[in-house]
């Protein structure tokens, strides 16, 4: 077992500028993060200022179903991620990522995460902004 917090949710939607702009306007959420993403759509991370909590919402043209959203994943913090991702695999967690997989355009200097499935199929992603 391992101690992680929560780091963000993932959203993926139809229009992310919609989206985020709606987060912000009529939650009063705050943009801490805004990248280049898939298809020269922008990746927002917005954060709730009541709780700290934050939202990673991206773009995604075609979604299950007809929908226009759905959480993609839940993050948690790692606080040494090669530790949990050996963790995980010694410990038969399903792991659905390509291995440590590195988002160099996310943060000043870039973040570091591995993702697994729980039973159910939600994913689970393990993050780390690199320091």
């Not at 391992?2 to 959420?29: M, P, R, T």
């Not at 990746?43 to 007809?66: A, C, H, T």
């Not at 994943?73 to 050996?86: F, G, W």
């Amino acid at each position: 077992m391992f101690n992680l917090s929560l780091d963000h949710i993932g959203l993926h939607c139809s229009d992310v500028e919609e989206n985020a702009k709606w987060y912000q306007e009529k939650l009063g959420f705050k943009v801490v993060g805004k990248f280049p993403g898939k298809g020269g759509h922008n990746v927002y991370f917005l954060e709730n200022p009541s709780d700290g909590k934050m939202y990673e919402i991206s773009q995604r043209d075609q979604l299950p179903g007809g929908a226009t959203t759905r959480v993609d994943h839940i993050a948690y913090r790692s606080e040494n991620l090669e530790k949990d991702y050996v963790y995980c695999k010694e410990s038969g967690y399903k792991i659905v990522s390509d291995e440590i997989e590195v988002s160099p355009n996310f943060w000043e200097k870039g973040s570091r995460c591995f993702k697994i499935e729980s039973p159910c199929g939600e994913v689970i992603e393990i993050c780390q902004k690199i320091d």
